[in-house]
């Protein structure tokens, strides 16, 4: 459902400067459940023929990337992936950008989970490693060959964040001041949040990214739909929230488009593949 005082009736009808860089978010931005939405991928495929970059910009760990994804990367339609939240960038030479935690804040994360009383993850570039397990959990390692149980792992394995799932809707860490750690919380779902260092964010990724293509920041473009999309809006020339986006995200949007299901991506970006193939 569109937000009727941030985004024009009639879709979008004022032109925007061809971006150098668009950057996506995966998780009701390009896909829903997990899998990239058909028509999502017929217009990354389309705009890989334009001059224009496709960067993928998600909290996603490395390690449990879609595989969907990961095949746009081989084919050249994406060029380079942003993930846990900024703090890992790659591209197919390798990768860009890398900010592990040290010992220091993977122990303090660790105290506080254990605290909380919550089942939590670290994610490095090849695992994700839960410290316990329940019946979902179970299930999901064992279809999933880079999730595992290892509650030690962090202690010999770089590791770039933490993930926390909470008990119920209503304890989700909010007694704790997360800045006096120098750590914040951010959330992703009703029941899971992501614990980073103060400074990550996928906007630091994009600044990387940025620089390894030598492309200013105000000549890019973002997709997004969740809170921790919002430091991407504040950084990149246009910023757009899903029509299911998150209301403080869509506060910090330059236009607000459609779902997934509505063609959301495509009511903006048509502009600049239906130039290209008419030149």
Known sequence: MFIEDKIAQESMNTKVSTPKIIFFDIDDTLSRSGVIA??????????????IKLVISTGRSKAILPEDILALLDADILDAIICMNGQYSFDKKGRISH???SDEQTDKIVRLCQQSDLIHKFD??????????????REFNAVTPNSILDPEYYKSNIVYQCSVFFNNQFDKMQDIDFAQYDLKLVHWHQIGAD??????????GIKDVCEYYA?????????GDGMNDLEMFDLVGFAVAMGDAQPALIERAD???????EYGIQAVLEQFYTAASTK
């Open 215 to 223: 492309v200013d920041v105000s000549e890019c473009m973002a997709f």
């Open 195 to 204: 614990i980073l260092p103060v400074d990550a964010s996928k906007a630091r």
């Open 99 to 101: 900010y592990p935690l």
């Open 255 to 261: 236009f607000v488009t459609g779902t997934i299901e």
């Open 38 to 51: 058909e028509h999502n991928k017929a217009t990354l495929e389309q705009l890989a023929d334009t001059d």
């Open 124 to 137: 490095s570039a090849t695992h994700i490693a839960w410290s316990d397990e329940n019946d979902r959990l």
